[in-house]
Protein backbone atom coordinates (compact mmCIF):
# COMPACT_ATOMS: atom_id res chain seq x y z
CA UNK A 1 0.00 0.00 0.00
CA UNK A 2 1.45 3.36 -0.99
CA UNK A 3 1.82 6.03 1.90
CA UNK A 4 2.12 8.86 -0.64
CA UNK A 5 -0.33 9.50 -3.58
CA UNK A 6 1.55 11.64 -6.10
CA UNK A 7 -0.87 14.06 -8.28
CA UNK A 8 0.41 15.46 -11.93
CA UNK A 9 -1.21 18.52 -12.85
CA UNK A 10 -0.65 21.78 -15.34
CA UNK A 11 0.48 24.80 -13.27
CA UNK A 12 -2.51 26.89 -14.37
CA UNK A 13 -5.08 28.31 -12.02
CA UNK A 14 -7.91 26.46 -13.15
CA UNK A 15 -5.60 22.96 -13.36
CA UNK A 16 -4.08 23.71 -9.47
CA UNK A 17 -8.06 24.29 -8.56
CA UNK A 18 -8.71 20.60 -9.76
CA UNK A 19 -5.48 18.96 -8.54
CA UNK A 20 -6.05 20.46 -5.45
CA UNK A 21 -10.43 19.58 -5.42
CA UNK A 22 -8.91 15.85 -6.07
CA UNK A 23 -6.42 16.22 -3.41
CA UNK A 24 -9.17 17.17 -1.04
CA UNK A 25 -11.48 14.66 -1.96
CA UNK A 26 -8.84 11.56 -1.84
CA UNK A 27 -7.61 12.77 1.61
CA UNK A 28 -11.22 12.75 3.07
CA UNK A 29 -11.31 8.94 2.01
CA UNK A 30 -11.06 6.92 5.25
CA UNK A 31 -7.58 5.53 5.89
CA UNK A 32 -6.17 7.25 2.91
CA UNK A 33 -2.62 7.83 2.16
CA UNK A 34 -1.10 11.60 1.89
CA UNK A 35 -1.66 13.39 -1.65
CA UNK A 36 0.54 15.28 -3.20
CA UNK A 37 1.06 17.76 -6.22
CA UNK A 38 3.38 18.09 -8.57
CA UNK A 39 3.37 20.99 -11.34
CA UNK A 40 4.34 19.81 -15.27
CA UNK A 41 4.53 22.22 -18.02
CA UNK A 42 3.04 21.06 -21.06
CA UNK A 43 3.91 22.40 -24.35
CA UNK A 44 0.20 23.82 -24.71
CA UNK A 45 1.20 26.16 -21.52
CA UNK A 46 5.13 27.27 -23.81
CA UNK A 47 3.14 27.75 -27.31
CA UNK A 48 1.34 31.43 -26.29
CA UNK A 49 2.10 33.23 -29.53
CA UNK A 50 0.22 31.03 -32.43
CA UNK A 51 -3.32 29.42 -32.39
CA UNK A 52 -2.75 25.42 -31.08
CA UNK A 53 -5.93 24.85 -34.31
CA UNK A 54 -2.21 25.82 -36.47
CA UNK A 55 -0.29 23.46 -34.75
CA UNK A 56 0.88 20.36 -35.89
CA UNK A 57 -0.31 17.42 -33.37
CA UNK A 58 -2.46 16.83 -30.64
CA UNK A 59 -2.63 16.60 -27.06
CA UNK A 60 -0.75 19.73 -25.92
CA UNK A 61 -2.11 19.96 -22.18
CA UNK A 62 -1.49 16.32 -21.68
CA UNK A 63 1.64 14.62 -23.05
CA UNK A 64 4.21 15.73 -20.50
CA UNK A 65 1.70 14.44 -18.06
CA UNK A 66 0.51 11.32 -19.24
CA UNK A 67 4.68 10.80 -19.81
CA UNK A 68 5.11 11.18 -16.25
CA UNK A 69 2.67 8.81 -15.19
CA UNK A 70 3.74 5.99 -17.64
CA UNK A 71 7.35 6.68 -15.88
CA UNK A 72 5.77 6.51 -12.59
CA UNK A 73 6.83 10.54 -11.62
CA UNK A 74 3.55 10.45 -10.66
CA UNK A 75 0.39 8.57 -9.80
CA UNK A 76 -2.42 9.91 -11.07
CA UNK A 77 -3.07 12.84 -13.36
CA UNK A 78 -5.85 15.30 -13.04
CA UNK A 79 -7.14 16.87 -16.08
CA UNK A 80 -10.29 18.76 -17.58
CA UNK A 81 -11.60 16.09 -19.54
CA UNK A 82 -11.88 17.99 -22.58
CA UNK A 83 -8.46 18.19 -22.57
CA UNK A 84 -7.86 14.55 -23.19
CA UNK A 85 -7.39 12.63 -25.89
CA UNK A 86 -10.62 10.20 -26.97
CA UNK A 87 -8.15 7.20 -27.28
CA UNK A 88 -6.17 6.97 -24.27
CA UNK A 89 -2.19 6.02 -24.53
CA UNK A 90 -1.00 2.51 -23.99
CA UNK A 91 -1.20 1.61 -20.60
CA UNK A 92 -3.40 4.37 -18.84
CA UNK A 93 -6.72 4.50 -18.10
CA UNK A 94 -9.15 7.27 -16.67
CA UNK A 95 -10.05 5.80 -13.82
CA UNK A 96 -12.43 8.52 -12.09
CA UNK A 97 -14.92 11.23 -14.02
CA UNK A 98 -16.04 13.74 -11.10
CA UNK A 99 -19.69 15.32 -11.27
CA UNK A 100 -20.09 18.23 -13.99
CA UNK A 101 -20.07 21.16 -13.35
CA UNK A 102 -21.77 23.83 -15.37
CA UNK A 103 -21.14 22.64 -19.08
CA UNK A 104 -22.56 25.90 -20.88
CA UNK A 105 -19.96 28.37 -22.66
CA UNK A 106 -20.45 31.58 -20.82
CA UNK A 107 -20.32 35.44 -22.43
CA UNK A 108 -17.96 37.96 -20.47
CA UNK A 109 -18.24 42.01 -21.75
CA UNK A 110 -17.12 44.87 -21.09
CA UNK A 111 -20.45 46.21 -22.67
CA UNK A 112 -23.74 46.58 -20.61
CA UNK A 113 -26.09 43.94 -22.41
CA UNK A 114 -28.06 40.71 -20.98
CA UNK A 115 -26.52 38.35 -24.26
CA UNK A 116 -24.45 37.86 -27.43
CA UNK A 117 -27.42 39.63 -29.33
CA UNK A 118 -26.93 42.73 -27.85
CA UNK A 119 -23.15 42.89 -28.34
CA UNK A 120 -22.49 46.36 -31.27
CA UNK A 121 -22.24 45.08 -35.13
CA UNK A 122 -18.45 43.97 -35.75
CA UNK A 123 -17.92 43.44 -31.90
CA UNK A 124 -14.12 41.89 -31.40
CA UNK A 125 -14.90 38.74 -29.41
CA UNK A 126 -11.85 36.27 -27.97
CA UNK A 127 -12.10 32.83 -28.09
CA UNK A 128 -9.20 30.19 -28.92
CA UNK A 129 -12.31 27.05 -29.34
CA UNK A 130 -12.36 26.73 -33.57
CA UNK A 131 -16.35 25.30 -32.41
CA UNK A 132 -17.11 28.53 -30.43
CA UNK A 133 -15.62 30.65 -33.27
CA UNK A 134 -17.62 28.24 -35.68
CA UNK A 135 -21.01 28.75 -33.92
CA UNK A 136 -20.76 31.94 -33.23
CA UNK A 137 -20.55 33.06 -36.27
CA UNK A 138 -23.14 31.02 -36.92
CA UNK A 139 -24.93 32.96 -34.40
CA UNK A 140 -23.49 36.61 -35.46
CA UNK A 141 -22.04 36.08 -38.77
CA UNK A 142 -20.84 40.34 -38.20
CA UNK A 143 -18.83 39.43 -35.10
CA UNK A 144 -14.89 39.86 -35.70
CA UNK A 145 -13.36 37.02 -34.19
CA UNK A 146 -10.22 37.05 -32.19
CA UNK A 147 -7.44 34.58 -30.97
CA UNK A 148 -7.32 34.71 -27.05
CA UNK A 149 -4.73 32.83 -25.00
CA UNK A 150 -3.47 32.37 -21.51
CA UNK A 151 -4.88 31.34 -18.47
CA UNK A 152 -8.63 32.11 -16.85
CA UNK A 153 -7.52 35.46 -15.19
CA UNK A 154 -5.48 36.65 -18.00
CA UNK A 155 -7.72 36.40 -20.65
CA UNK A 156 -10.26 38.48 -18.41
CA UNK A 157 -7.69 40.90 -17.94
CA UNK A 158 -6.96 41.79 -21.64
CA UNK A 159 -10.88 41.63 -21.64
CA UNK A 160 -10.86 44.68 -19.06
CA UNK A 161 -7.69 46.34 -20.41
CA UNK A 162 -9.76 46.86 -23.77
CA UNK A 163 -8.16 44.35 -25.95
CA UNK A 164 -11.52 42.92 -26.59
CA UNK A 165 -15.27 43.84 -26.18
CA UNK A 166 -16.33 40.20 -25.40
CA UNK A 167 -14.60 37.06 -24.50
CA UNK A 168 -16.40 33.75 -24.38
CA UNK A 169 -14.88 30.96 -21.71
CA UNK A 170 -16.71 27.79 -20.29
CA UNK A 171 -18.93 28.13 -17.68
CA UNK A 172 -17.36 25.48 -15.73
CA UNK A 173 -13.77 27.34 -15.29
CA UNK A 174 -14.59 30.27 -14.56
CA UNK A 175 -17.36 29.17 -11.65
CA UNK A 176 -14.57 27.23 -10.49
CA UNK A 177 -11.88 29.88 -9.71
CA UNK A 178 -14.75 32.14 -7.81
CA UNK A 179 -15.16 34.44 -11.06
CA UNK A 180 -18.53 33.73 -11.66
CA UNK A 181 -19.52 36.99 -11.03
CA UNK A 182 -17.61 38.11 -14.21
CA UNK A 183 -20.20 36.29 -16.63
CA UNK A 184 -22.31 38.55 -18.35
CA UNK A 185 -24.67 35.49 -19.91
CA UNK A 186 -24.90 31.59 -20.28
CA UNK A 187 -25.05 30.72 -24.06
CA UNK A 188 -28.33 28.53 -24.92
CA UNK A 189 -27.18 25.42 -25.74
CA UNK A 190 -29.20 25.31 -28.55
CA UNK A 191 -27.03 27.94 -30.27
CA UNK A 192 -23.92 26.88 -28.91
CA UNK A 193 -23.60 23.08 -27.99
CA UNK A 194 -20.40 22.43 -25.43
CA UNK A 195 -17.36 21.01 -26.36
CA UNK A 196 -17.41 17.36 -25.56
CA UNK A 197 -16.88 16.78 -21.74
CA UNK A 198 -16.98 20.84 -21.28
CA UNK A 199 -17.05 21.23 -17.61
CA UNK A 200 -15.73 17.48 -16.82
CA UNK A 201 -12.90 16.40 -14.49
CA UNK A 202 -10.65 13.34 -15.04
CA UNK A 203 -8.37 11.42 -13.35
CA UNK A 204 -6.29 9.65 -14.87
CA UNK A 205 -3.83 6.54 -13.62
CA UNK A 206 -1.69 3.63 -15.04
CA UNK A 207 -3.53 0.81 -16.08
CA UNK A 208 -1.78 -1.60 -13.63
CA UNK A 209 -1.38 0.42 -10.69
CA UNK A 210 -3.90 -0.98 -8.77
CA UNK A 211 -3.06 0.69 -5.67
CA UNK A 212 -4.13 4.05 -6.81
CA UNK A 213 -7.17 2.53 -8.53
CA UNK A 214 -8.78 1.57 -5.18
CA UNK A 215 -8.62 5.24 -4.16
CA UNK A 216 -9.46 7.08 -7.09
CA UNK A 217 -12.44 5.02 -8.23
CA UNK A 218 -14.01 5.84 -5.11
CA UNK A 219 -14.23 9.56 -7.07
CA UNK A 220 -16.12 8.25 -9.94
CA UNK A 221 -19.23 10.02 -10.73
CA UNK A 222 -21.72 7.32 -12.57
CA UNK A 223 -24.36 9.57 -14.40
CA UNK A 224 -21.21 12.18 -15.43
CA UNK A 225 -19.18 9.17 -16.70
CA UNK A 226 -21.95 7.01 -18.50
CA UNK A 227 -22.54 10.53 -20.07
CA UNK A 228 -18.93 11.57 -21.30
CA UNK A 229 -18.67 8.03 -22.77
CA UNK A 230 -21.06 9.07 -25.40
CA UNK A 231 -20.17 12.39 -25.86
CA UNK A 232 -16.19 10.86 -26.44
CA UNK A 233 -17.30 8.46 -28.77
CA UNK A 234 -19.16 11.20 -30.99
CA UNK A 235 -15.88 13.02 -31.40
CA UNK A 236 -13.65 9.77 -31.34
CA UNK A 237 -15.57 9.17 -34.83
CA UNK A 238 -15.68 12.44 -36.12
CA UNK A 239 -12.11 14.09 -35.36
CA UNK A 240 -9.94 12.11 -37.50
CA UNK A 241 -6.89 13.13 -35.52
CA UNK A 242 -7.33 17.10 -35.96
CA UNK A 243 -9.03 19.55 -34.18
CA UNK A 244 -12.59 20.06 -35.44
CA UNK A 245 -15.40 22.14 -34.57
CA UNK A 246 -17.48 19.79 -32.84
CA UNK A 247 -20.31 19.99 -30.09
CA UNK A 248 -21.82 17.39 -28.00
CA UNK A 249 -23.67 17.00 -25.08
CA UNK A 250 -25.58 14.37 -23.65
CA UNK A 251 -28.01 14.19 -20.69
CA UNK A 252 -29.70 11.51 -18.39
CA UNK A 253 -33.58 11.84 -19.54
CA UNK A 254 -35.57 9.41 -17.29
CA UNK A 255 -34.26 5.95 -17.87
CA UNK A 256 -32.68 7.05 -21.19
CA UNK A 257 -29.54 9.07 -22.53
CA UNK A 258 -29.71 12.18 -24.71
CA UNK A 259 -26.91 12.87 -26.90
CA UNK A 260 -26.94 15.80 -29.15
CA UNK A 261 -24.34 17.00 -31.19
CA UNK A 262 -23.15 19.36 -34.40
CA UNK A 263 -20.42 19.63 -37.04
CA UNK A 264 -20.76 23.39 -38.59
CA UNK A 265 -18.43 25.02 -40.98
CA UNK A 266 -15.42 27.57 -39.60
CA UNK A 267 -17.23 30.25 -41.62
CA UNK A 268 -20.90 29.48 -39.93
CA UNK A 269 -22.60 29.04 -42.90
CA UNK A 270 -23.65 25.39 -42.98
CA UNK A 271 -23.89 23.22 -39.76
CA UNK A 272 -25.29 19.36 -39.34
CA UNK A 273 -27.10 18.84 -36.13
CA UNK A 274 -28.64 15.67 -34.84
CA UNK A 275 -29.63 13.68 -31.47
CA UNK A 276 -30.03 10.38 -30.09
CA UNK A 277 -31.46 8.60 -27.29
CA UNK A 278 -30.86 5.02 -25.86
CA UNK A 279 -30.21 3.04 -22.51
CA UNK A 280 -27.17 4.41 -20.64
CA UNK A 281 -25.49 1.39 -20.96
CA UNK A 282 -25.39 1.55 -24.77
CA UNK A 283 -23.53 4.96 -24.04
CA UNK A 284 -20.82 5.13 -26.23
CA UNK A 285 -22.68 3.04 -29.10
CA UNK A 286 -25.30 5.96 -28.78
CA UNK A 287 -21.96 8.31 -29.58
CA UNK A 288 -20.86 5.91 -32.92
CA UNK A 289 -24.58 5.73 -33.82
CA UNK A 290 -24.92 9.89 -33.90
CA UNK A 291 -21.48 10.92 -35.62
CA UNK A 292 -22.36 8.09 -38.25
CA UNK A 293 -25.68 10.26 -38.80
CA UNK A 294 -24.10 13.18 -38.82
CA UNK A 295 -21.62 12.53 -40.96
CA UNK A 296 -24.35 11.34 -43.51
CA UNK A 297 -26.05 13.94 -43.30
CA UNK A 298 -23.45 16.26 -44.50
CA UNK A 299 -20.68 16.44 -41.62
CA UNK A 300 -18.04 14.46 -43.12
CA UNK A 301 -17.55 17.48 -46.39
CA UNK A 302 -17.27 20.05 -43.72
CA UNK A 303 -14.54 18.35 -41.70
CA UNK A 304 -13.42 17.07 -44.99
CA UNK A 305 -13.04 21.13 -45.91
CA UNK A 306 -11.59 21.77 -43.00
CA UNK A 307 -8.75 19.20 -43.11
CA UNK A 308 -7.56 20.58 -46.26
CA UNK A 309 -3.65 22.05 -46.32
CA UNK A 310 -3.80 25.63 -45.55
CA UNK A 311 -7.11 25.30 -43.03
CA UNK A 312 -7.39 27.19 -40.52
Request: hydrophobic share 45%.
Amino acid sequence: MKNVLRIGTRGSDLALWQARHVQARLRALPGAPEVEIQVIKTEGDRIQDVPLSQVAGKAFFTKEIEAALLDASVDLAVHSLKDLATVQPAGLDVAAVLEREDPRDALLTTFDVDGLDGLPKGARVGTSSLRRRALLLRWRPDLELMELRGNVPTRIEKMERGEYDAIVLAAAGVKRLGLGDKIRAFLAMDRVLPAVSQGAMAVQIRETDADTAMWVRQLDHEETHVSVTAERALLRRLEGGCQVPVGGHAVRKGDALLLKGVVCSLDGTRSVEGEREGSPADAAAIGLALAEELLQNGAGDILGEIRLPGAE
